[in-house]
C-alpha cells in the first residue's frame, strides 16, 4: 500500500471491523468524523485512504 492509502472501497462492516466498533456506530457517526462515503447504489462504501486520514489526523 502506498502511502495515504489506497482508492480501494471498504465496507461499513470493513470500517467497522477495523475501527473495532459496530456497524451502526459507523453508519451513525461517520459525518461527524468527517469522513465521506461513497455511495454505490444505495450501499455506502468508505475509501481507504479517507479512513487512514481520518485515524492520522485523530489518532495519529
Aim: charged share 30%; hydrophobic share 35%; net charge positive.
Amino acid at each position: 500500500m502506498t502511502r495515504g492509502g489506497s482508492n480501494r472501497l471498504l465496507t461499513v462492516q470493513e470500517v467497522a471491523d477495523w475501527l473495532r466498533v459496530s456497524e451502526v456506530t459507523v453508519r451513525n457517526k461517520y459525518r461527524t468524523w468527517g469522513i465521506k462515503p461513497q455511495k454505490v447504489g444505495r450501499l455506502l462504501r468508505f475509501r481507504e485512504r479517507d479512513i487512514l486520514t481520518y485515524l492520522d489526523q485523530h489518532h495519529g
